[in-house]
């Protein structure tokens, strides 16, 4: 991160912490805007993350001989945005689908790199949907999971992403038992959003580094959720029971607090079990994973916290942004979970 990119943050947070809510919002308008004085009152294409870092050498998005990774362009009623598909060799079957949210400055070819995702859908038979982020849409390419017209069915971005999913599954034979939606950061706060708007599209839900829905309608009340001080969440109307929901989250993120790992679960009205199960990886790295059960004791959610981590991709690759390849396989326990639960 960079070192005045991260001074003006903590100097942001120590203002809020003080109540001095005005000069915290204009400090952190500073520090996103790269130093230059921003005024007190958000605009429309505030960024809510940090910037992405790209370590080690980009290599080509997986494709090839044995699938295809291809461009395309939707639009609705509520807007547009351009997306990549991969799609493996295909034996007559539908097959699951498997939607990727980016983080800021993050774009889907990044992402399919640092999640690996691709090589996943090559070898066990699914499809996966990366949506981007338009620059009109957010300046720094962040999902506006902090704007309240973009947190309910039928509205904003939600509404564009539910209805490009649609014609990805009508168009390309995906089973419409087995779609499910994770992201990173940004892209995981909209995951959560588009599971308690679309839980009928939505078997289960993916949440890395992000928030619960609701939990910001501003800049100002964005920067607080994520720092671990928002207690309260705005929920919109809901057509049904949050879809089941894996939660990835390391303990050391200064960006997004561990605290709103937790919080995602609960929020959808599920109780930590005191059944939890520990680990290491190969690379030393500690890990835990409690469950998450519903009124009537059903086991509906994962909580996994790598210890030590940051905001990053836990087991992603280095030619990504945002990843951490010494942390547990995120994107193969997510896949392993979502399998485990097709919508009813």
């Known amino acids: 991160m960079n070192p005045d990119f991260e001074r003006m943050m903590n100097e942001a947070a120590r203002l809020m912490r003080g109540g001095s809510l005005g000069e915290a919002t204009a400090a952190i308008q500073q520090a996103l805007g790269g130093g230059a004085q921003a005024p007190a009152r958000p605009r429309e294409d505030d960024v809510i993350d940090v910037e992405a870092r790209v370590v080690g050498a980009p290599t080509p998005a997986p494709g090839g001989a044995s699938g295809s990774f291809t461009a395309g362009h939707y639009r609705n009623e509520c807007g547009a945005r351009d997306y990549k598909l991969f799609e493996p060799a295909r034996d007559?079957?539908?097959?699951?689908?498997?939607?990727?949210?980016?983080?800021?400055?993050?774009?889907?070819?990044?992402?399919?790199?640092?999640t690996r995702m691709n090589a996943l859908a090559r070898e066990r038979?699914?499809?996966?949907?990366?949506?981007?982020?338009?620059?009109?849409?957010?300046?720094?390419?962040?999902?506006?999971?902090?704007?309240?017209?973009?947190?309910?069915?039928g509205k904003g971005e939600p509404a564009i992403l539910a209805g490009l999913v649609r014609d990805v599954i009508a168009r390309h034979d995906v089973d419409p038992r087995r779609v499910y939606v994770a992201g990173l950061s940004a892209g995981g706060a909209m995951a959560a959003i588009l599971g308690d708007a679309y839980p009928d599209l939505f078997a289960?839900?993916?949440?890395?580094?992000?928030?619960?829905?609701?939990?910001?309608?501003?800049?100002?009340?964005?920067?607080?959720?994520?720092?671990?001080?928002?207690?309260?969440?705005?929920?919109?109307?809901?057509?049904?029971?949050?879809?089941?929901?894996?939660?990835?989250?390391?303990?050391?993120?200064?960006?997004?607090?561990?605290?709103?790992?937790?919080?995602?679960?609960?929020?959808?009205?599920?109780?930590?079990?005191?059944?939890?199960?520990?680990?290491?990886?190969?690379?030393?790295?500690?890990?835990?994973?409690?469950?998450?059960?519903?009124?009537?004791?059903?086991?509906?959610?994962?909580?996994?916290?790598?210890?030590?981590?940051?905001?990053?991709?836990?087991?992603?690759?280095?030619?990504?942004?945002?990843?951490?390849?010494?942390g547990p396989d995120a994107s193969a326990e997510m896949l392993r979970f979502f399998l485990q639960h097709p919508r009813a």
């Open 92 to 114: 007559g079957r539908a097959l699951p689908l498997v939607v990727m949210l980016h983080g800021c400055t993050q774009d889907p070819d990044d992402f399919a790199r640092g």
């Open 125 to 153: 038979g699914f499809l996966v949907l990366y949506p981007a982020q338009s620059q009109r849409g957010n300046a720094q390419r962040c999902w506006n999971w902090f704007k309240h017209n973009h947190q309910a069915r």
């Open 204 to 326: 289960a839900v993916g949440v890395h580094s992000g928030l619960p829905a609701g939990s910001a309608t501003d800049v100002q009340s964005a920067f607080a959720a994520m720092s671990g001080g928002a207690q309260s969440v705005r929920r919109g109307p809901k057509t049904g029971p949050t879809p089941p929901t894996i939660v990835f989250h390391g303990d050391a993120d200064t960006t997004v607090n561990v605290v709103n790992g937790e919080r995602v679960l609960r929020a959808a009205g599920l109780f930590a079990s005191p059944d939890v199960r520990r680990g290491a990886t190969a690379m030393g790295v500690a890990w835990s994973c409690r469950p998450f059960v519903d009124a009537q004791g059903v086991v509906r959610a994962e909580e996994w916290t790598v210890h030590g981590a940051g905001h990053a991709w836990s087991g992603g690759n280095l030619s990504g942004s945002y990843t951490d390849p010494r």
